[in-house]
């Protein structure tokens, strides 16, 4: 028998090219699953299957296949060591030289509406995983592919030495079998920690995607590491046009990514170092970017740019007025990439799903991490507690909402000024509320007048309603739950404010 390659796959993208080339080029003899086995079948190529190269058919409904001596010693066997060859030798046991395998689909299995456990379950891969590590570990003697990126570069690899790859590239691609099987693993794992109320409360992380060039400084070194096995999210973007993204621009543009999705209405948002510096709420997208940028355009100069509709020609000839970092939307038409073409530095992206959230945020601390819920509380406003003696309209409940979902993603202690879906100033992190407030009012100026004024958390003291009634502001909104709730109510009534209180706090560190 000929050098053996083991191929079984689900995702049968570039399978027939590749097996054509082992046996044409290379003198491969296949042996395969029965479904992979099928689809070489059809293309022409002479193939074993799994089940008659061992003796034994595929059982349990497909779950057992390849778990079997005949396979796994094959893989396993090191060509250097006499006891090893004697053993195959004894028991009739192939070596095999090359492994093509991918797993079942759990994580897009999962992601379907409705799935059921059953369902789940029956997409855990077994055999897939076991082959993947089998021949990781035994790269030295053993090639494996577990993506179909690495088909034409293997190939290459063969045509440069002799038919046989070199030492480096197999651990490479050992090194990327065991990455795939540790997120495999990892997605399994907390699909049933979520499904469940009673395992540990604990969380498997990610799996490398790629080194970025540097950190939030060029000192500090940094990498991307995605969820789970396929991409999605960021790692799913696509970048039209620009330089290679980085840490900073991938952490702003989470950051945008939040709030945009907050909105149905056309909305955009204008980011500086994760804080929004311009938010706009209208009845088009061109209107949305032209409010988002009036609100703070000295700002907006150098910064990152969210959009929740498709990008036209009109609003395309907008942003290129101004230098902006980045660029995202759930779509581009072809007039507006031309028109963006002309600034090529500027990285452009497309994301079609804005409303995806990760559904715990990880920090990390000395000698382990935390993790939490993300802030993905829907609002419900029937909750709302109307303080003070002045009523809402159903327009400022309308401003209101709007600077209170902006205020949700702004660095604590944050003070969001806002009137006619737009910001018009932001404080942010400061160490006490009231400096926030004459931050957020300074930066509004004569705009404060007739505006409303959203706060993270409850006002300690009556001073932060004392200065925004001054500068004009007419409606506030806040969590309330201070102790000294009634001294901001008190001083809102005697200085006629709308004053509400949601009962829910969003601080952001």
Not at 22 to 37: K, M, N, P, Q, R
Not at 210 to 217: D, I
Request: aromatic share 8%; proline share 4%; with cysteine.
């Amino acid at each position: 028998m000929a050098r053996l390659a083991l191929l079984s796959v689900y995702n049968k993208t570039g399978l027939v090219e590749l097996a054509k080339s082992l046996v044409v080029e290379f003198g491969f003899d296949l042996i395969s699953s029965e479904g992979t086995a099928k689809t070489l079948e059809n293309a022409g190529l002479k193939v074993l299957k799994v089940s008659d190269y061992t003796g034994f058919p595929e059982i349990l409904g497909g779950r057992v296949k390849t778990l079997h001596p005949q396979i796994h010693g094959g893989i396993l066997a090191r060509s250097n060591m006499e006891e090893d060859i004697t053993d195959l030798a004894n028991h009739q046991i192939h070596p095999i030289d090359l492994v093509v395998v991918n797993l079942y689909p759990f994580e897009q299995t999962i992601a379907k509406p409705g799935v059921t456990m059953a369902e789940a379950i029956e997409n855990i891969d077994i055999g897939g995983p076991a082959m993947l590590r089998a021949a990781s570990k035994n790269y030295a003697h053993v090639t494996v592919l577990c993506d179909v990126e690495q088909y034409k570069p293997y190939l290459e690899e063969l045509r440069q030495n002799n038919g046989h790859p070199s030492l480096e590239f197999q651990q490479q691609c050992a090194f990327k079998g065991f990455l795939q099987t540790s997120a495999y693993d990892s997605a399994v794992a907390n699909f049933l920690r979520q499904e469940s109320t009673i395992l540990p409360h604990w969380k498997t992380m990610g799996v490398y995607l790629k080194t970025l060039r540097y950190g939030e400084n060029p000192h500090q070194s940094a990498a991307w590491y995605q969820s789970g096995t396929y991409s999605t999210g960021w790692s799913g973007a696509t970048q039209l046009q620009g330089k290679e993204l980085s840490y900073n621009n991938l952490i702003d543009l989470e950051a945008a990514r939040c709030i945009i999705a907050e909105f149905t209405d056309p909305a955009v948002a204008i980011l500086k170092h994760t804080n929004p510096c311009g938010v706009g709420v209208s009845n088009t997208l061109l209107s949305a970017y032209c409010k988002a940028f009036a609100a703070d355009p000295i700002s907006a100069f150098g910064g990152i740019v969210a959009l929740n509709y498709p990008i036209k020609a009109d609003v395309a000839t907008e942003l290129t007025k101004t230098f902006l970092e980045c660029v995202v939307a759930p779509g581009c038409d072809d007039a507006a990439k031309e028109i963006i073409s002309n600034k090529s530095k500027l990285r452009l992206l497309i994301l079609p799903d804005f409303i995806s959230s990760p559904k715990e945020k990880v920090k990390i601390i000395a000698g382990g991490f935390l993790v939490q819920d993300n802030d993905n509380i829907v609002m419900d406003t029937s909750k709302w507690q109307v303080a003070t003696e002045r009523k809402p309209t159903d327009e400022q409940l309308v401003e209101l909402l709007f600077a209170w979902k902006v205020c949700k993603h702004v660095k604590s202690n944050a003070i969001v000024v806002a009137n006619n879906r737009t910001t018009l100033g932001i404080g942010v992190g400061q160490m006490n509320r009231v400096a926030s407030v004459k931050i957020a009012l300074e930066q509004a100026g004569e705009r404060a007048q007739g505006g409303y004024l959203a706060s993270d958390g409850f006002f300690p003291f009556d001073d932060s309603v004392r200065i925004s009634a001054a500068a004009g502001i007419k409606a506030i909104i806040q969590p309330g739950g201070s102790l000294r709730d009634q001294d901001s109510i008190k001083v809102a009534n005697e200085l006629n404010l709308v004053m509400i209180l949601t009962g829910v706090r969003h601080f952001l560190h």
